[in-house]
């Protein structure tokens, strides 16, 4: 029968692409520490000394490729890991600990790093509190470098590789060397979990919601596989290798097909114009955006700004953030959101504590209306920098019309300090929400009075709507974006917007879907913002239907009972 079975693997496809190249397996495994006797203390005592210097080289070196490529504030934690290790009260702890109770060196490090864990864990001041955090990280550094356990450092691999990860996490992401990694496979996730958007963002190719890869897959494999489709191989026959050196020709042919593209509008044949946008999570990203031919920035997610690091950004580094977008987009959109933290993302230093359902919880705008210092920071920063482009500010997580009323006095209330300051900022933005929260949904009608626009979040919308988690692979199957129910709520949003003259786009992941693009532009979707790798094939989607014949099918499907009716309605449809 079929060739190679019991070496695919499948689940699902979060960033387009063929990747083909040699396995890294990269994860965080359970360090198995035992208590042996030694008899050379000598000898164990220099083992630990060597373990120290080589973890001072890597530190250093780790310390300057952060600097360099994210700035003194990504890198001052590294410079945090140099210092726990050269405290001699940690190193004379455990040489006295090897000499006295005659133990290896990694049982005695072990024991008086958790010891120093344990104090700095119970410390009243928050900031030594987050300390134990690096003791954690260099300790677990050491004791690698004395079992002799290769340290991955992805922000200097040499050579190409496929990463084979459990996850990956924001700091994994943004300090790896994107120029060596082919292609994500990992254990968790979905199509809406951080990897997968930043797989999209970086423009990998990225299979999510494997399971066991990592137990699968051993390093230097070869691994190949299509983020398209969801499908892959380790160490495939030649036939399935020839077939995917094919696949991979043949996408990027496809990819500079659609370069032509790149400075079109994205006009239907009948001539409805839509917005085709990117989302973005640090300024870096603007580029990708732009080299896709974006038009505008429909979702600038600001909380990666706070996070990976030990305190709040200052006013001033949020200027400088916002400042440099809205500069790279001239006069082109740019929708920054206020902080969406909570839920899957967290602040350390915002000590929030454990909730039962996190996103249901206390987060995004609830902690910013609590929290208005923290709020207030950013208005300012925003409203600083909104001379220097065409900025929108968007509040997340929106789910009353109180809240929105808040939000907004508070920033009047921003608005009154600058003007008493004499600072200058744009009297022209406009200010939106996200409807990610069916009670935003519903209540359309009376939000869409208060406001500028409407961005759609559906990865939240369909996780609310549905009650179905969007972090959970063992029931993906049920979070699903053709589902009627989502769509009639998406046209509902649709309808509540246009009918009080008002704008609405999408950011969730759905707007870059070039499935659902059909249907969207069908229900009078305005904007589509989406990660950068989307936007071609989105656009190409989008030049090619007729709107009239969109809204007829899309008035006709969202009357479909199953989603897979509806998908196969749409099909259907575009293809006659
Ligand atoms: C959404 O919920 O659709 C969205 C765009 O926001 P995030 O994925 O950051 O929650
Ligand atoms: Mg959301």
Not at 54 to 69: C, F, G, M, P, S
Not at 352 to 378: V, W
Request: net charge negative; charged share 30%.
């Amino acid at each position: 029968m079929s060739k190679g079975v019991h070496n695919m693997f499948k689940a699902t496809a979060a960033s387009p692409g063929i990747a083909i190249g040699k396995a890294l397996v990269y994860t965080e495994e359970e360090l198995n520490i035992s208590k042996t006797t030694v008899e050379d203390i000598d000898q164990e005592i220099k083992r630990f000394e060597n373990a120290i210097e080589t973890t001072k080289t890597q530190l250093k070196d780790v310390y300057e490729e952060a600097l360099e490529k994210l700035g003194a504030d990504k890198a001052a934690i590294f410079e945090a890991h140099l210092m726990v290790l050269e405290d001699p009260e940690l190193t004379n702890q455990v040489e006295n600990k090897i000499k006295e109770e005659k133990i290896n060196a990694e049982f005695a490090l072990k024991e008086v790093i958790d010891g120093f864990i344990a104090i700095f864990e119970s410390m009243d001041d928050e900031y030594m509190r987050e300390r134990a955090a690096d003791i954690r990280d260099v300790g677990t550094r050491m004791l690698k470098n004395l079992m002799g356990i290769e340290i991955v450092n992805l922000a200097s691999l040499s050579e190409e590789v496929v990463l084979v990860a459990h996850d990956l996490t924001p700091s994994d992401t943004a300090t790896m060397n994107k120029d060596k990694v082919l292609g994500f496979v990992t254990d968790i996730g979905g199509r809406t979990s951080h990897t997968a958007i930043m797989a999209r963002s970086l423009e990998v190719p990225a299979i999510v919601g494997l399971k066991d890869i990592t137990s699968k897959v051993k390093k230097g494999d070869i691994i190949v596989f299509d983020g398209n489709e969801g499908i892959g191989y380790i160490n495939p026959s030649e036939e399935i290798l020839k077939e995917f050196q094919d696949k991979k020709v043949k996408y990027e042919t496809y990819k500079k097909e659609l370069e032509i593209l790149k400075d079109k509008p994205s006009i239907t044949i009948d001539g409805r114009q839509v917005e085709i946008a990117g989302n973005i999570g640090t300024p870096k990203d603007v580029e990708g955006v732009l080299a896709n031919g974006g038009e505008g920035i429909g979702l600038y997610r600001t909380e990666f700004l706070y996070m990976n690091r030990n305190d709040m950004p200052t006013e001033e580094e949020q200027f400088e953030a916002y400042k440099k977008v809205l500069e790279a987009m001239g006069d082109k959109p740019v929708i920054i959101r206020t902080l969406d933290i909570g839920g899957d993302k967290e602040l350390p230093y915002l000590d929030l504590p454990e909730e039962m359902n996190p996103f249901l919880g206390y987060r995004a705008i609830r902690i910013c209306l609590d929290r208005t210092d923290i709020f207030k920071t950013q208005l300012r920063a925003l409203l600083r920098a909104s001379i220097y482009g065409n900025l929108k500010i968007m509040y997340p997580m929106i789910s009353s019309i109180e809240e929105v009323r808040a939000a907004n006095k508070i920033l009047d209330e921003v608005k009154t300090e600058l003007d008493r300051e004499n600072v200058e900022y744009s009297k022209s933005f406009e200010v939106g929400i996200m409807i990610e929260i069916p009670a935003a949904a519903v209540i359309g009608d009376l939000l869409a009075k208060e406001v500028d626009f409407f961005s759609i979040g559906t990865n939240d919308l369909i996780q609310y709507t549905t009650a179905v988690d969007r972090m959970n692979e063992k029931i993906n199957y049920l979070y699903e974006p053709f589902h009627p129910a989502i769509l009639r709520m998406i046209k509902m949003i649709i309808d509540h917007a246009h009918n009080a003259g008002k704008w609405v786009g999408m950011c969730g992941e759905m707007a870059g879907d070039p499935k659902l693009a059909p249907i969207l532009l069908g229900l009078g979707l305005d904007e589509f913002s989406m990660s950068a790798s989307s936007i071609l094939t989105t656009r190409k989607v989008i030049t090619e239907l007729s709107y009239k014949e969109m809204q007829e099918m899309a008035n006709k499907a969202i009357n479909f009972p199953t989603a897979n009716e509806v998908k196969e309605f749409i099909e259907k449809s575009i293809k006659s």
